[in-house]
């Protein structure tokens, strides 16, 4: 399958700290990202939908001014944590779309832990 | 109600059992319907897409019904490694395309 890499793995901040999360489609060109948190034992939660070059559509309840996406380019997309606190302490995962084969598979990138003391 | 409901588990089987999942939809314009499975503080991964005519990949089969929005999954001859989250995910492209996830069914195999 398509590759999707993120970095970094994991990354321990201090409280109001800003947090930049690379994700990377290896392979092929993704004309679409999408941006999720998911917390301990609960499902993904989708925060944003990326499209190269314009701007990113939020999810109802996530802050845009807080949690920044740039889709600068069809193989990188970036989230910015802004002044980040504890509660934003999640493992965020990044997905891609456009690969071959089916175009509305998605391909996951291994994800980021972040923990905010 | 949710968007896409699965039974969350667990499920505890032997080795060698069958197991079924299922999982329900509400968006009757959904179009595209896939299983990931999520091992514990991992990202997702494409197990199967699930396709009206039913299909099958080894041990694990996928079927959809979409007059009554249903989709499941059939495991046969459980392995330890099956042991992880199944996740049910529906695509829909109405308004832009947008994939919902199911919150997972937890699987444990033992020996």
């Known amino acids: 399958g398509a590759v999707v890499s993120q970095h970094p793995s994991r990354v321990i901040c201090k409280s109001g700290t800003s947090v930049k999360i690379e994700c990377r489609s290896l392979d092929f060109q993704a004309t679409t990202m999408f941006w999720y948190r998911q917390f301990p034992k609960q499902s993904l939660m989708l925060m944003a939908t990326?499209?190269?070059?314009?701007?990113?559509?939020?999810e109802q309840g996530v802050e845009k001014d807080k949690f920044l996406i740039n889709h600068a380019s069809l193989t990188l997309s970036t989230l910015t944590v802004t002044s980040a606190h504890p509660e934003d302490s999640s493992f965020y995962i990044c997905?891609?779309?456009?690969?071959?084969?089916?175009?509305?598979?998605?391909?996951f990138g291994p994800g980021t832990r972040l923990t905010v003391l | 109600r949710k968007e896409v409901e699965q039974d969350p588990g667990p499920f505890n089987v032997p080795e060698g059992a069958t197991v079924a999942f299922n999982c329900t939809y509400s968006?009757?314009?959904?179009?595209?319907f896939f299983w990931y499975r999520q091992d514990c503080r991992k990202e997702p991964k494409l197990l199967m897409s699930?396709?009206?005519s039913g299909n099958e990949d080894g041990r694990f089969t996928a079927q959809l019904n979409r007059a009554s929005q249903y989709i499941s999954l059939l495991i046969r001859d459980s392995k330890l490694s099956d042991s992880a989250t199944y996740l049910c995910v529906v695509a829909a492209r109405t308004g832009g395309f947008k994939t919902i996830f199911g919150a997972g069914t937890r699987l444990f195999v033992k020996a």
């Open positions: 968006n009757s314009a959904s179009q595209s």
């Open positions: 997905s891609a779309r456009g690969a071959s084969g089916s175009a509305d598979t998605q391909y």
């Open positions: 990326s499209n190269e070059g314009s701007k990113a559509t939020y």
């Open positions: 699930v396709y009206s």
